[in-house]
């Protein structure tokens, strides 16, 4: 029930995305780039040792960095990894880890399409500071 409430927002966010990030950078103002930065340092490392927590399967674990990564992600506006995080901790609750792999690749793609905005909006920024 929770997977297919996450899939039904998360499509509804894919054109969200640019509109929120921009709330997010209006609200932080200056401080923007720095979060981003944090943002971009913490996670993939985050997202690696989640991995590696799925391979051994640390339910404990996988609930603690899942729970880490979608606060990170709905700070900066990243609310579809943010739920496809709360997804896979809600999993960890019900020992359902058959498709721990999957959800973890969905984390993943989700993460590089939000650091390419991400990149795209540092970039943009430099620009307009620039000019």
Do not use: W
Not at 45 to 65: C, M
């Amino acid at each position: 029930m929770l997977y297919a409430t996450v899939i039904m927002q998360t499509n509804e966010m894919i054109d969200d995305i640019d509109e929120e990030l921009k709330v997010i950078q209006e609200m932080f103002g200056d401080d923007f780039l720095e979060l981003i930065a944090l943002f971009r340092i913490d996670t993939p490392n985050r997202i690696s040792d989640l991995g590696h927590a799925i391979i051994e399967l640390d339910l404990e674990r996988i609930k603690h960095l899942t729970h880490m990564l979608s606060g990170s992600a709905s700070s900066i506006g990243a609310r579809k990894l943010s739920l496809l995080c709360k997804n896979l901790e809600e999993k960890t609750k019900f020992g359902k880890v058959e498709t721990m792999d999957a959800a973890l690749f969905a984390i993943e793609n989700e993460y590089h399409r939000i650091e390419a905005k991400l990149l795209t909006m540092v970039l943009s920024e430099k620009i307009n500071v620039k000019t």
